[in-house]
């Protein structure tokens, strides 16, 4: 699963009322200190003679891939300029729900920041007991480290550990993540996650396309591996996402909620088999799916209008609340056509 880019919230920390709320940002502040605390200036590391040398060429690259970044108009602002090693698995483990006959995921609310369809815990316990307690108010649930955690923008975030690999993949992946994460920071449209990781991730994956191939060459270890591991993934998604089509049909029909529960059941069983799943999905972790993946056709269309990647990022950047229909919008098709346009609009100034 793609990492998750999540944003701290840290201003609403004296404002937000009750227990589960005061626990997350008191955590979640603590986690950024610790963070913060931890950092090294990247430079630091590299000519340190105790770091690990595959840490060292992996952390070495971080400058040329930001100015990659920077020269499609993404704003790297004070990002990953230092290094923090965490020791543990995971940036964060990261906590989502939804209903069980919907796909309507639970919300968390911050002041300015806006609405998030998932919480991230520094704590693997702390994550592990929000799920369990959503578990107990009936909701499908998930659990699941993340290597990678932004403040998008609120804060300089460090590069992790949990985001260095050992593969040939590694290299194309630390350039797939802080691409990633630097779309967040330039372009957050408050309360619409669909929107922000789709975009995220199509930008990302198109940039890291080209760049490393740019960077080592066609058909070298690392683009085999990106390759590989893009075209399995592709096939997962879309396996993935007919399931969470069939699922939605089924949600919105008009079938008892006894029908609709063993339904439900046997499509995520001839699921689990095709893919070969150890892990049961459900609808917490099929709307995550379509979150990072389901704005693909349109953001495709968009490009295409667009004729040019950094028109299009150009034009996203321009999005606010007011060009979406609703909190948390899932059909990013008007959004798309509505990229284009202002691509068109931009083009037609430059003439």
Not at 202 to 219: C, E, K, N, P
Not at 230 to 251: D, F, I, M, N
Not at 337 to 348: E, S
Request: aromatic share 8%.
């Amino acid at each position: 699963m793609r990492q998750l880019a999540l944003v701290a919230g840290l201003v609403a920390l004296a404002v937000l009322p009750g227990c589960l709320m005061t626990r997350y940002l008191t955590q979640a502040a603590y986690g950024q200190v610790e963070l913060l605390a931890k950092a090294r200036p990247i430079e630091e590391v590299v000519d340190d003679p105790n770091t690990p040398l595959r840490t060292a060429l992996l952390l070495a690259e971080i400058p040329q891939i930001k100015q990659y970044g920077r020269s499609y108009g993404l704003k790297i602002k004070r990002n990953y300029n230092s290094y923090s090693s965490l020791g543990r698995p995971a940036a964060v483990w990261f906590v989502g729900a939804a209903d069980p006959l919907a796909f309507k995921p639970r919300k968390w609310c911050f002041p300015i920041v806006g609405c998030f369809a998932g919480l991230g815990w520094f704590d693997e316990d702390d994550g592990v007991q929000h799920k369990l307690a959503l578990d107990r108010m009936g909701y499908d649930t998930i659990v699941r480290p993340a290597s990678a955690y932004s403040t998008g923008g609120w804060f300089p975030d460090p590069v992790l550990s949990t985001m260095l690999g050992g593969g040939d993949d590694a290299f194309p992946e630390l350039a797939n993540v802080i691409l990633h994460e630097s779309v967040h920071a330039s372009v957050l449209v408050p309360d619409q996650p669909f929107f922000n990781e789709s975009l995220a991730s199509y930008v990302a994956d198109t940039l890291t396309d080209h760049w490393i191939v740019d960077r080592f060459g066609r058909g070298s270890p690392e683009e085999l591996a990106w390759t590989l591991g893009q075209a399995t993934g592709v096939h997962r998604t879309a396996r993935l996402l007919s399931s969470y089509t069939e699922l939605k049909k089924l949600y919105e029909s008009t079938l008892p909620r006894d029908q609709k529960l063993a339904r439900k059941a046997a499509i995520i069983d001839e699921l689990v088999e095709d893919l070969r799943m150890r892990r049961r999905p459900n609808n917490a972790s099929l709307t995550e799916v379509r979150v990072y993946n389901g704005g693909a056709a349109a953001l495709i269309d968009a490009h295409r209008s667009c004729g040019d990647l950094r028109l299009m990022i150009e034009a996203s950047k321009s999005l606010t609340r007011k060009d979406f229909t609703k909190t948390l919008q899932e059909d990013l098709g008007p959004i798309g056509v509505l990229i284009g346009k202002r691509c068109a609009a931009a083009a037609a100034r430059r003439t």
